[in-house]
């Protein structure tokens, strides 16, 4: 069974940093390529990074360049460092994981998800 737990969210200023983390268990076949989420109130939810299970890295063009997604296999987690953060980065945060080795942006790409960690930035 695999598990994801968001952690690292909070309330920030704008132009502050912030780093989220994901713990993941369960088979290593089912975490192969990894993604971050956000769903802001009354929106979709849309891709923010992924990465492959070769560490290919993909951005939205929206946190190109502020956004940093990494993960380290020796201890099942998975992070998302956030810099220069603006108010309309404010959104529940949701880690993502699929079976394939590719990763992409499409919510139904991944098969399993966490319960999400909410970030607020404020101006």
């Known amino acids: 069974q695999v598990q994801l737990v968001e952690s690292g969210g909070g309330s920030v200023q704008a132009g502050t940093s912030l780093r989220l983390s994901c713990a993941y268990s369960g088979p290593a076949s089912s975490t192969r390529s990894m993604a971050w989420f956000r769903q802001a109130p009354d929106k979709e939810r849309e891709g923010v990074a992924s990465?492959?299970?070769?560490?290919?890295?993909d951005y939205a063009s929206s946190v190109k360049g502020r956004f940093a997604i990494s993960r380290d296999n020796t201890k099942n987690t998975l992070f998302l460092q956030m810099n220069s953060l603006q108010p309309v980065d404010t959104a529940m945060y949701y880690c993502?994981?699929?079976?394939?080795?590719?990763?992409?942006?499409?919510?139904?790409?991944?098969?399993?998800w966490g319960q999400g960690t909410q970030v607020t930035v404020s101006s």
């Open positions: 990465i492959s299970f070769a560490g290919t890295t």
């Open positions: 993502a994981a699929a079976n394939k080795f590719a990763s992409d942006m499409s919510v139904s790409w991944y098969n399993y």
